[in-house]
């Protein structure tokens, strides 16, 4: 990273900056990263790690196979999804309800991996009672359920239809 500017560039390309890192380096680079992008220059990098392209850059391409899917800012793409929050559940007996999920209120879209289902909503307040009271009254049992921001992760899953072990680059 020294030599990359030492000779205080205006554009620095970053092929991958923090695999490999610890926590902590990690994020010691992402300060680096951003004390750069503040003084006006420019930084291009290639991640696999959507966090840190969420975290770091104003704009981000996804690129399947080769070829741009998706470009915007990181709340542009996430903002496409329809939902701001994701509700991913598991059933102690694994069941397909991926078309009765569609059903209940603000849900977007529905995806099921597995016995783990994920739906991106657009009001969880709205959205997660309606789906305790689905399952109650379909008499099926939790086993797992947790809510959280929609992410660019959830953009490329959607997207794409695979994860990132899957081994796609994106930037």
């Known amino acids: 990273m020294a030599c990359a500017l030492i000779g205080d560039p205006k554009l620095l390309f970053m092929d991958e900056p923090t695999t490999g890192l610890d926590p902590q380096s990690r994020r010691q680079l ?42 915007g800012s990181p709340r542009e793409l996430i903002a496409s999804l329809g939902g701001d929050h994701v509700i991913e559940f598991s059933l102690i007996h694994g069941n397909s309800l991926v078309r009765d999920l569609k059903t209940l209120p603000t849900v977007q879209s529905v995806r099921q991996e597995d016995n783990i289902f994920s739906l991106s909503v657009s009001e969880l307040h709205v959205a997660l009672p309606a789906l305790l009271d689905h399952l109650r009254h379909s008499n099926l049992e939790l086993a797992d359920l947790s ?17 990132l072990r899957d081994g796609l680059s994106t930037s």
Request: hydrophobic share 40%.
């Open 30 to 71: 992402w300060d680096i990263i951003r004390e750069f992008k503040e003084t006006g220059r420019t930084v291009l990098v290639t991640t696999h790690y959507m966090d840190e392209a969420e975290r770091l850059c104003d704009r981000v391409a996804v690129v399947d196979h080769g070829k741009v899917i998706a470009l």
């Open 147 to 163: 809510t959280r921001h929609a992410s660019l992760e959830d953009v490329f899953v959607t997207l794409t239809g695979r994860h």
